[in-house]
């Protein structure tokens, strides 16, 4: 491609409305326009890195033999309906009407559709396992759609949904599915996480999400430094701490504290954070004889909700209650000393001697206190979240805590829509059998912006070979002034394009200094210029974004060069 | 590919809501699925085929220098109500409220928003001539949407849009989209022709549909056995008659008929329709002096409301007159002998000499009329449909009338949009200048249904090897009853593969019957069997499904045949 056959659109100003990198780079370097709040226009440079995403995607998928399709855009609610999810849904869905005054949607995902296709369409056990996928627009009316193409409205996803007559078969090609997307991400050149994601009510260790890591990330994600285990923060197990607790060696003494400021009121006491503790009560359970749980961790830990949630105590879903409004008891001054209720202790609270607390009085805090002795523990559980430093729950290393990008998730959903939507087939005896489900997405559009959150500097994108818009750019320097430039340049732009190599050739009237600020804010990864100069030694000089290290090469070690480097 | 994992969803039974052959087809062949009225699923055979059509589509292109964009599908009413066209459009515009109650509406077409983007983007001249494109869902609530994914209400389309500073460049970019547009449809291995189109208020003749001819086409089109001309019919020019005249031979004479049927009330007369004329009422526009224009055509022939609208005594748009209701006078009795008012008379209807007429009186016709003698002629004027055998409006040939199905069009749509948006650029010499503007659509979708009703038989589908599902299938009969055959079925396969052909391998454990009558209506172009009985002589069958000849072949032969067959 020549420049002066383009559309660059690259901006020297980053627009005021940009709040990320991503979307900074992605306005400056001409790959995005918005028409709309959270509707855009991909512009050539944008489309052409959305295209290298789409095509690793899908061959990925057709490596493990996944079948593409193309549903609609537009849905009949009734299927919605049938699924539940008309109701269920709030007005992220967008709900339209047709002409006739029939109901309507636009998807923010395909179950539904796939669901009555299958059903449909497959009658036999033979004809399963099946996994069947497309990359469509879909649009989920944000509440507040912002960082560009990151939370847009309208945006690109792969989706594919696979079905199987037992669990085994599932979670093989779940397994399957989580290799493709370590593959994809690999491919991308993308630095990513697969993690332990949370179930919600469904259950089971059997759904993960893949980030890619970025300082920008919207998701805390803990991994370990000794294996590959990656969880969300508030999935990972925090392990119990090793080793018997201490004795008790001091008595409970109050203390009149002033504030409510858990750091500012410790102080006098000479109490360190790690050595106190601090309560919540939620309410408990129809399981459980007691109108209030307490739930206590260490000062220095934070409530882990997902987790508390699921313990069988607490009522689920997790209502904290206003121990000010309820008791008149403000919340610093909660403790388990005489608490009314069952106690959860998490384990690392629980492992305290001598610990502080609130005394269930307003204004006063108690010191060495002990469990067992001074309060009871109903159930020692783990209900913080990890931090920096906790051992991993694999049992290798220490965990690390970085920001993710949400790129992908996979998920086990069971028998959710086939039940509901009545997806079976007959069985190898002849009984009908309710199929199990698995569905498994990929955010394409997102994927550009994440891989800008973590491929960037100060003068731009620095794209990985495959998700650049081109990977190498030619630059003649001054070209119109010099014939052997424009001739050199020529020849090898010729080369470039018979040996097959993505190029850009930079043939506009510019000077030097801006073609090279704008093709470093686009990203392209390798640059080949060619001056006067160099050209008195029959050589050009080569660039990489990556690292910016020049050497100078050969005119006719240039393509070779390059393949190489794009191998 | 192999059938076993793959899903062919093949049909036995004709579904009794598919009325025409491409409809019924799709959905036999397993290629489309209904989700809702005029919304499908493509499944995948349907979707391959998509892409092939998608892919020579966006090569064309791209060899024009078209730059690939993406818009949203979701458009803001806003750039509509500033085109006029929000309140121009009925409700085959889609119109939505976000979940903030603002206006949007599902894109028929993107002129607004490639408007607004290079109003935006383009501030110079030498940024021009410039041609975007995209190949993106669109969505058209059609008020009967039906025939499949022929009048669908979400389909797949090319589009694409040039903006110039003067109509040379534009007219340029146009020729170079025809010839684009040519290329693509003879790439696809279809009987196609551009037709001159009507280009409605804008004028010119800077508009060309592309019709694929079958049958079943919804239109008309005429075009020359002795050259390219072809047109719409409505748009075809229609000769006036050559040499003079004959001179009046008969004296004129009033003859009482009965009933009102044309055909049977000149029998009794003696007179053929080619000797008579017709007559219609239509309202005269301010430019003359005079309420109403009597329209004159063969009584053979078929006024053409289009043409006569275009002439400048007729009032625009044209209003025919009910001449019962406004004058007692039925339509079948209308003449011109002593018509008050302007009488337009087409050219074939006034080289009559002693023809019949109306007499406008109930009941009354007359004969031996002659122009001039008896009426007068305000114009003469083309105002009638061509018909075959016509002389082609070129000069060459003559006229034939087939059916086409339009699954392209191209159009100079001048400064419409970019006077309404104001898009323009600074000249060359500093003046802010109003860019003229092209669209250019193909019916991606559209095209894959037209190939079939061109494109079929009985038995099913003949694709052209550009447009097939897949290229070639192996057939192995009884591969589970026969080592042999099974060996040398997946020796071949795998040769096919590494040869890069897109090959089918029915490796079902099926009747042969069966497997034939599936890959001959999915319309896979090359079948390769292998059966016992030919192995003996180390051979194995090849048929074409174009014309059904079979030939034997050397195994080894097999894939240089197949690629001699595909080049």
Not at 277 to 292: H, L, N, T
């Amino acid at each position: 491609m020549r420049s002066s056959q383009y559309l660059l659109s690259t901006l020297k100003e980053t627009p005021s409305d940009a709040e990320i990198v991503s979307h900074q780079l992605m306005l400056r370097a001409g790959m995005i326009r918005k028409v709309a709040a959270g509707l855009y226009t991909w512009t050539p440079s944008g489309l052409r890195v959305l295209r290298k995403v789409e095509k690793v995607v899908r061959e990925e998928m057709e490596a493990i033999n996944a079948l593409e399709i193309l549903m609609p855009m537009v849905q009949p609610a009734d299927l919605w309906q049938e699924s539940g999810r008309w109701d269920d849904y709030g007005p992220e869905l967008l709900r339209l009407k047709d002409r006739n005054q029939r109901d309507f949607l636009l998807g923010p995902t395909h179950e539904e559709i796939i669901s009555e296709l299958v059903r449909k369409e497959i009658s036999s056990y033979k004809q399963l396992p099946l996994t069947l996928f497309q990359i469509q627009t879909k649009f989920r009316d944000e509440i507040r759609p912002r960082f560009g193409v990151m939370r847009a409205r309208e945006f690109l996803m792969k989706d594919a949904y696979s079905f199987h007559l037992s669990q085994e078969s599932l979670q093989q090609a779940y397994d399957q599915m989580y290799q493709a997307y370590c593959r994809i991400f690999e491919r991308l050149g993308l630095d990513y996480r697969p993690v332990i994601a949370d179930t919600g009510s469904i259950g089971g260790h059997s759904s993960h999400e893949f980030h890619v890591l970025a300082s920008s990330g919207e998701d805390a994600i803990a991994f370990s430094d000794g294996s590959d285990y990656a969880a969300n923060v508030e999935m990972a197990e925090a392990l119990p701490p090793t080793g018997e607790r201490a004795k008790a060696s001091m008595e409970m003494q109050r203390h009149e504290v002033k504030g409510d400021d858990l750091a500012a009121l410790l102080q006098p006491l000479s109490v360190e954070t790690q050595q106190a503790v601090k309560c919540y009560i939620a309410e408990a359970s129809d399981d459980i004889d007691a109108e209030y749980v307490l739930l206590v961790v260490r000062a220095d830990h934070e409530l882990n909700t997902i987790k508390a949630e699921k313990h069988p105590a607490v009522a689920s879903p997790l209502v904290l209650v206003d121990s000010h409004k309820a008791h008149g008891i403000h919340p610093a001054f909660l403790g388990p000393v005489n608490f009314d209720g069952a106690v959860l202790v998490d384990h690392s609270a629980a492992h305290l001697a001598d610990f502080a607390c609130g005394s269930s009085e307003n204004g006063v805090w108690l010191t060495g206190v002990n469990w067992d002795r001074d309060a009871s523990i109903t159930a020692t559980v783990d209900i913080r979240n990890v931090v920096e430093g906790d051992p991993s729950p694999c049992g290798n290393g220490q965990l690390k805590i970085a920001r993710g990008i949400e790129v992908g998730h996979i998920f086990q959903l069971g028998k959710k829509y086939s039940d509901a939507m009545k997806v079976g087939v007959l069985s190898e005896t002849g009984k009908h059998e309710t199929l199990t489900m698995g569905c498994y997405g990929i955010g394409v559009s997102r994927i550009v912006a994440a891989a800008i959150e973590q491929h960037h500097d100060e003068r731009g994108i620095k794209w990985p070979n495959n998700l650049a818009p081109f990977q190498v750019v030619l630059i003649p320097m001054n070209m119109h002034k010099s014939a052997r430039v424009q001739e050199t340049a020529e020849k090898l732009y010729q080369s470039l394009l018979d040996a097959g190599v993505d190029v850009l050739f930079d043939d506009r009237k510019e000077r030097p200094g801006v073609m090279f600020t704008d093709m470093e804010l686009i990203g392209i990864p390798h640059q080949v210029v060619i001056g006067e100069r160099n050209l008195d030694d029959g050589m050009v000089e080569y660039q990489a974004r990556k690292d910016g290290n020049k050497i100078k090469l050969s005119i006719d070690d240039v393509v070779s060069h390059l393949q190489q480097q794009l191998a």
